[in-house]
Antibody, heavy 120, light 107 residues
Framework: QITLKESGPTLVKPTQTLTLTCTFS??????????VGWIRQPPGKALEWLAL???????RYSPSLKSRLTITKDTSKNQVVLTMTNMDPVDTATYYC????????????WGQGTLVTVSS | DIQMTQSPSSLSASVGDRVTITCRAS??????LNWYQQKPGRAPKLLIY???SFQRGVPSRFSGSGSGTDFTLTISSLQPEDFATYYC?????????FGQGTKVEIK
């Protein structure tokens, strides 16, 4: 049974760096074809893909946010960490991590999400 | 980036209705098209991948079709639990972009 859970601060100040951790179980991020992605959703708005890390440590980023994002994995801890620098109120959103299976770049299991508010 | 456009943005329907949601890609994406359902306060749930393949456990009243740039998600007989927002997502190229969503409401 695959599960994922996001953790991190619920409130950050403008210009600060956000660090979110995705802790997962039920799969290994060393299995060929597997990945973990981050997707966010501002209140009342659509989903926006942020980043994806693959089993072989290949990393992909949203072109519009690439300069602010870093995604890393710790296979031994079953964790993926996303950092986003220079946070702004427009980055207020629910942040989800999700499992990318071997069938392609879509997400078949999602965490519950964590709401991050950016405010001074 | 490949732009994904869904129509309509919202619709009202009754239980038992047949509902069709359309997703159009700004360029050909073959059949690299996926559909998600999201209920308020919940994470999205994968329904369909590869344009027409069912995710395990998804009711058979849901179906997907299309290729190239035009895709549809059909609910053959709308059930009370189907009132939600539906998103398409292309997985043809990075970034894997989502549509803006279609909210299905009770009539």
């Amino acid at each position: 049974q695959i599960t994922l859970k996001e953790s991190g601060p619920t409130l950050v100040k403008p210009t600060q760096t956000l660090t979110l951790t995705c802790t997962f179980s039920g799969f290994s991020l060393s299995t060929s074809g597997v990945g973990v992605g981050w997707i966010r959703q501002p209140p009342g708005k659509a989903l926006e893909w942020l980043a994806l890390i693959y089993w072989d440590d290949d990393k992909r980023y949203s072109p519009s946010l690439k300069s602010r994002l870093t995604i890393t994995k710790d296979t031994s801890k079953n964790q993926v960490v996303l950092t986003m620098t220079n946070m702004d109120p427009v980055d207020t959103a629910t942040y989800y991590c999700a499992h990318r299976g071997q069938r392609g770049d879509f997400f078949d299991y999602w965490g519950q999400g964590t709401l991050v508010t950016v405010s001074s | 980036d490949i732009q994904m456009t869904q129509s309509p943005s919202s619709l009202s329907a009754s239980v038992g209705d047949r509902v069709t949601i359309t997703c159009r890609a700004s360029q050909s994406i073959n059949t690299y098209l996926n559909w998600y359902q999201q209920k308020p306060g919940r994470a999205p749930k994968l329904l369909i991948y590869g344009a027409s393949s069912f995710q395990r456990g998804v009711p058979s009243r849901f179906s997907g079709s299309g290729s190239g740039t035009d895709f549809t998600l059909t609910i053959s007989s709308l059930q009370p639990e189907d009132f939600a927002t539906y998103y398409c997502q292309q997985s043809y190229s990075t970034p894997p972009t989502f549509g803006q969503g279609t909210k299905v409401e009770i009539k």
